[in-house]
């Protein structure tokens, strides 16, 4: 028999510490232990390899060939028909030899204006308005938020629907639907614009009074309350407290009201497809390269116009961010 000491040397050490207890595998099973099955890696990579695929297909790929036909001219028919020009389609934007280029840069920043001045204010002043919890808050709330849940298409087809000539609901009021007083609304190019600006406006509303009454009820009340303390009215303690506070809310209403003004497509496209004056830099896309005389490489560069425009607040925004983060 062996001696119980020296049997004891030659047996394995008893587990000790975290591993007696079974909070450590062993060490030859440490080396296969996963906290992902291989079920679960299948079920992560589907998840992000779909969207990224669908991402990249659908977005990068036409930008990046869209940034390659800006360079080209091309009816959009035979792959052998393309043809290298160089920067003449950029030439004949800024040149003026593409006469609705400029006016569609007017008509943009003068949507960007509206929204700024105007329907953003009126927004915030909705949002202070419902913060108070006024009788029948929710109700308003409902009504005011939605046309944002309609798409832009249905919303033009409604004022499409108050605008027209014939049985347009304006005209019917004013007594003058289908006779020759009758006002086209959409079609007059001297009031046109500010007609389609009213049926987007009536959509920002909603969106930015959302947004700021999301901020409103994250505002320490306790600043208030001091504000009432000190003397100030209920204006000065809305300008001069709670509008500060509401900083980050402000940048993010900025930049989606300016991409907003610059992607805006629908509405002008539904009601008249950009014609009797009513150019905007996402509709003469469309028009070049789908149009009639389609002409695909001067869209495209039309759509890298509008995509460096668009694409600077974006950056704007992260640069901010970001500097505050590390701050």
């Known amino acids: ?66 940034g390659v036909l800006s360079f080209t001219s091309w009816n959009g028919i035979g792959l052998d028909k393309i043809k290298f020009i160089g920067f003449k389609n950029y030439s004949d934007l800024f040149t003026g030899i593409y006469q609705p280029f400029w006016p569609a840069i007017q008509h943009n920043v003068i949507w960007l204006g509206v929204f700024l001045l105007i329907a953003t204010p009126i927004g915030m002043f909705f949002a202070v308005l419902l913060d108070k919890e006024i009788r029948g808050t929710r109700i308003y709330q409902s009504a005011i938020y939605l046309p944002v849940v309609l798409s832009l298409a249905i919303v033009g087809f409604i004022w499409q ?31 046109n614009l500010w007609a389609i600006l009213v049926a987007a406006s009536w959509r920002h509303i909603g ?97 890298m116009v509008l995509l460096v425009i668009s694409v600077g607040p974006i950056i704007l925004y992260l640069t901010r961010s970001l500097r505050e983060e590390a701050a």
Do not use: C
């Not at 207890?21 to 099973?29: H, V």
């Not at 679960?40 to 589907?46: E, P, S």
């Not at 000190?230 to 980050?248: C, H, I, K």
């Open 207 to 303: 969106y930015i009074m959302v947004l700021y009454l999301a901020g409103l009820k994250s505002v320490d009340p306790s600043l208030r309350e001091a504000a009432s303390i000190d003397g100030a009215s209920e204006r000065q303690t809305f300008f001069r407290v709670v509008f500060p506070v509401l900083r980050p809310i402000n940048i993010v209403v900025l930049v989606i009201t300016v991409i907003e003004s610059l992607r805006a497509f629908d509405l002008v496209f539904i009601t008249n497809r950009g014609l009797n004056g009513l150019e905007l830099l996402s509709v003469l896309v469309t028009n070049n390269i789908i149009g009639e005389a389609s002409r695909v490489g001067f869209g495209s560069a039309l759509a």
């Open 161 to 191: 629907l108050i605008y027209s000539p014939d049985e347009g609901f304006i005209n019917s009021v004013l007594g003058t639907a289908g006779t020759a007083q009758a006002v086209d609304w959409v079609g007059n190019r001297k009031i």
């Open 1 to 66: 028999m062996t001696d119980p000491a020296i049997r004891g040397l030659n047996e394995p050490a008893a587990p000790t510490g975290r591993r007696r207890f079974g909070i450590l595998p062993p060490s030859g099973a440490r080396r296969r232990f996963s906290l992902l099955t291989r079920r679960d890696k299948l079920v992560l990579g589907l998840m992000v390899g779909i969207p990224t695929f669908l991402h990249v297909f659908f977005i990068w790929l036409p930008t990046v060939a869209s």
